[in-house]
Nanobody
Framework: QVQLVESGGGLVQPGGSLRLSCAYS????????MGWYRQAPGKERELVAA???????NYADSVKGRFTISRDNARSTSFLQMNSLKPEDTAVYYC?????????WGQGTQVTVSA
């Protein structure tokens, strides 16, 4: 069984930065694809960024150039560095792990971008 715990959310002004962390408990982290998703009120959950076990990344167009996903296999942790934050980035951010089609989700962390 895999458990994911996100941290690092909070309130930030437009243009600011936050770094989210996703701590992974369980086996096979290094070969799991890790993703960050977000869900704003009244909207569907959407993929923000993902990284494979080999370090290949992909991003939603709306965050390219502003967000960076990374992972530390020694610490079984995934990160999402968010820079130049905008009010439209406000959402609950979720971490997801995927290995051979078996998915696990974290509980989410709130990110609010507001002056």
């Amino acid at each position: 069984q895999v458990q994911l715990v996100e941290s690092g959310g909070g309130l930030v002004q437009p243009g600011g930065s936050l770094r989210l962390s996703c701590a992974y408990s369980g086996n096979f982290f290094s070969i799991s694809r890790m993703g960050w998703y977000r869900q704003a009120p009244g909207k569907e959950r959407e993929l923000v960024a993902a990284i494979t076990g080999g370090g290949i990344t992909n991003y939603a167009d709306s965050v390219k150039g502003r967000f960076t996903i990374s992972r530390d296999n020694a610490r079984s942790t995934s990160f999402l560095q968010m820079n130049s934050l905008k009010p439209e980035d406000t959402a609950v951010y979720y971490c997801k792990s995927d290995r051979l089609g078996v998915n696990f989700w974290g509980q989410g962390t709130q990110v609010t971008v507001s002056a």
